[in-house]
């Protein structure tokens, strides 16, 4: 049971970087133009929050609950997500950066990733099936071991995925970013 329960608040232009905020429960709450960079959020719970235009990079989510969560324009570099409670795991995201984060045995269905820069991110072991990944850039991500049965690549680019390696029933792609699931062939194609 969390110790301090925020509900329906706003938070607005707050820093709050390089801070720790423990066992406290926020429930559809709103943070704007909030800087979270470095800061402690583990052993917290956001239930059908909102971020919008926060800085959150390098955050630390251990057992953090992220439920029905909504990123919007953030700043999340470097995001350790296979720490998060996965109890009720929902989390968007739309034009975020979202570079240099893990996201490791995270239960992803039904996932947006909006407009969103995911270079260098690590998708593993990871339930992505029916995910969207609309207009992403997605280079040099990696993909291994994943259920991305349904998953939609076709508006994203840049990626790069074994179909040997990973679920991809269904999963749609167009091109010319299908030739991503050949890269591991290093055959020419033109």
């Known amino acids: 049971m969390a110790e301090i329960l925020h509900q329906q608040k706003s ?91 893990v996201f490791y045995k995270n239960k992803l269905t039904k996932t947006k990733f909006d407009d969103c820069i995911i270079r260098n991110v690590n998708f593993t072991d990871s339930d992505l099936r029916n995910a969207s990944f609309k207009n992403c850039d997605l280079l040099n991500t990696i993909f291994d071991k994943n259920n991305l049965s349904k998953a939609d690549f076709r508006t994203s680019y840049n990626y790069s995925l074994d179909p040997e390696n990973n679920l991809i029933n269904k999963a749609k792609f167009s091109y010319p970013g299908i030739t991503g699931l050949l890269d591991k062939y290093d055959i020419i194609i033109e």
Do not use: P, R
């Not at 943070?31 to 235009?53: E, I, K, P, V």
């Open 11 to 101: 938070f607005k232009k707050a820093d709050y970087s390089e801070k720790e905020w423990f066992d406290t429960e926020f429930e559809s709450c709103k943070f704007t133009d909030c800087n979270f960079s470095n800061t402690n959020l583990s052993n917290n719970d956001f239930q059908d929050c909102h971020f919008n235009n926060c800085n959150m990079s390098t955050v630390k989510f251990n057992n953090t609950g992220l439920k029905n969560v909504n990123f919007i324009n953030c700043k999340m570099v470097g995001i350790d997500f296979g720490c998060c409670n996965d109890f009720l795991f929902a989390a968007n995201f739309e034009k975020c950066n979202l570079e240099y984060s």
